[in-house]
């Protein structure tokens, strides 16, 4: 069938496959396949923890105090695995925007295979953390049915800026906490392999997410960068609140109403949220994401 002369076809600029090609580059010389990578034969030892202490939920707080090293390990490994399928769930959402935004795009270009490029590195880490979460003997935690429409909402409607901007403040976030995690001894070795993997792949998609943001806002309009901020923000809300899903104190043997009114009120845990996004939240001033509005939902996070 014939494809109509009169329809233009969508075509990348030189800048945005320049930044594309090194990607590619960088991904060619290293990159990892967690099927051989990861060590998945060796039984769980659980005299680990499944992630660093300090940023468990509970740490600092009077119930951390009270709880033997066995239980502070099993909750570890619970959060650990709770945090794995978080991401496993925005990957997902991930996968389906860059599909969509290069949809009519020239399957020639560096940007092009890029974008498909980091779509199989998507596959692969919830592939990963999948198993992680499975090794950790965790099970299949998964966001409230709210925050799965939302997601689904956000998804279907967000695009350009919006949709890159939340893929970075996704994977700042767990970017901050799993360079702790994958250089801490005390963190069951398996999962600090995981760790790795993760935050070398991820360190170019974050890169790639960054300039796109850049190169859409470029071309934005006052009232969508103020819409598309306040988007950003309550999409970060979600996904941060989303991290750890409550029936992890309930599977490390707690008290999970004790764990939760203990873990909302925990000023540690919040700091170190904080801490983690100051590189994001100076990069969304810098392009002119942290509007007012969009503050609330970052201050209700507990990023800034």
Request: hydrophobic residues 40%.
């Amino acid at each position: 069938m014939a494809i109509s002369a009169s329809r233009p076809e969508i075509r990348t600029s030189p800048s945005e496959d320049g930044v594309a090609r090194r990607l590619l580059d960088s991904s060619a010389r290293l990159s990892y396949d967690p099927l051989t990578e990861v060590d998945w034969e060796t039984p769980l030892d659980t005299g680990y923890h499944g992630a660093s202490p300090e940023w468990s939920t509970l740490y600092g707080t009077p119930y951390w105090d009270e709880m033997t090293d066995a239980q502070r390990k099993a909750l570890t490994r619970q959060e650990a695995a709770s945090v794995a399928s978080t991401g496993i769930w925005f990957e997902m959402i991930l996968q389906q925007m860059v599909l969509r935004d290069i949809y009519a795009k020239d399957p020639l270009s560096d940007s092009f295979q890029w974008a498909l490029t980091e779509i199989a590195d998507e596959c692969r880490h919830s592939i990963m953390f999948a198993r992680g979460a499975q090794k950790l003997g965790a099970p299949a935690y998964r966001p409230r049915r709210a925050a799965v429409e939302l997601g689904r909402f956000f998804k279907t409607v967000a695009f350009g800026e919006a949709a890159y901007a939340a893929i970075l403040v996704a994977e700042e976030v767990l970017d901050v906490m799993q360079r702790d995690w994958m250089r801490d001894e005390r963190v069951v070795p398996f999962v600090r392999t995981i760790n790795n993997i993760h935050v070398v792949e991820e360190s170019r998609h974050m890169k790639f997410a960054r300039d796109e943001t850049r190169r859409h806002l470029a071309r934005a309009g006052r009232v969508r960068r103020h819409i598309h901020s306040l988007l950003i923000a309550i999409a970060s809300y979600v996904i941060v609140s989303s991290m750890v899903n409550r029936k992890v104190y309930a599977n490390a043997g707690l008290d999970e109403e004790r764990a939760i009114r203990e873990a909302k009120a925990n000023e540690h845990h919040k700091s170190m949220m904080r801490s983690s996004c100051a590189g994001l939240m100076e990069f969304l001033t810098s392009v002119g994401l942290l509007t007012k509005p969009a503050l609330f939902f970052y201050q209700r996070a507990n990023l800034i």
